[in-house]
């Protein structure tokens, strides 16, 4: 099955704190409305206990997928060995995945490895900052989002079926793609020299949320010639922000 187009703009600049802001501002206020309504309407929308459960529900849900399914994966998690089985299957099969990480992800190794993998069978992934919300969305119908969570597992969820809750989540979602940095194929990537330990210092700076003028005290060099440095690093990575230039340092091994 031909696979479609990325409709994103090239051009990722507008990637900025106050557009993530309100993305995120759209999340909570959906997440918030959907928590109120299924605690009030119980026989509307099914609620799910327990981690088992979750993952359970999600597995479902993505063995009925015929064109798109799409996630917000951060911490915590369900069970996953399954998921990822299941996800090869299926995009064997042409099925679509559109997947969101949350930064804090992509820290675990055994994640990082997993999509990774994920990318290289096809699925299209990209990174966010913060995600607001974890969620799971199989063919514009059917939906899975947590409500609570304790600090190593999820505790419930809400089933969703095709409805205008359903839709403002997925709007929600499209917003968030389109601020966050693609991760690529291995096969897509050109090669890139290993980077000096000056470099190094410097990407771990950007990583780490630091400014031009901050790079430049710490590095022991002006301001200008930091911001110098950066727009090189990150022409260097073939992406357009300092956010995707982490990422993507991260992904390479630099970091």
Not at 93 to 115: I, K, W
Not at 144 to 167: I, K, N, Q
Not at 183 to 202: F, K, M, Q
Request: charged share 25%.
């Amino acid at each position: 099955m031909p696979r479609p187009a990325d409709p994103t703009p090239r051009n990722q600049s507008r990637n900025t704190p106050a557009a993530e802001h309100d993305a995120h501002t759209r999340a909570r206020r959906a997440v918030e409305s959907v928590t109120r309504t299924a605690q009030r309407e119980e026989g509307v929308l099914r609620v799910v206990h327990g981690a088992e459960r979750i993952g359970s529900a999600a597995h479902r849900l993505q063995c009925g997928a015929t064109r798109l399914v799409r996630g917000v994966v951060k911490p915590p998690y369900a069970a996953t060995e399954p998921l990822d089985a299941l996800e090869c299957h299926k995009l064997a099969e042409g099925v679509d995945y559109q997947v969101l990480y949350d930064r804090s992800s992509l820290a675990r190794p055994a994640q990082l490895d997993t999509t990774t993998r994920m990318v290289d069978l096809g699925e299209q992934a990209r990174v966010v900052h913060c995600a607001p919300m974890k969620l799971l969305v199989v063919d514009d119908n059917f939906g899975l989002l947590p409500l609570t969570a304790g600090p190593d597992e999820l505790e419930s969820a809400v089933l969703l079926r095709d409805s205008a809750m359903l839709a403002a989540l997925i709007r929600v979602f499209e917003d968030l793609w389109r601020l966050a940095a693609p991760l690529h194929a291995l096969g897509a990537e050109t090669e890139t020299d290993v980077p000096s330990d000056e470099e190094r210092w410097i990407l771990s700076l950007l990583a780490s949320g630091a400014t031009d003028e901050a790079i430049g005290r710490l590095m022991g060099f002006s301001s200008r010639t930091a911001h110098r440095r950066v727009r090189e690093l990150v022409t260097r990575l073939g992406v357009e922000t300092r956010f995707q230039a982490g990422v993507r340092a991260v992904k390479l091994g630099w970091l």
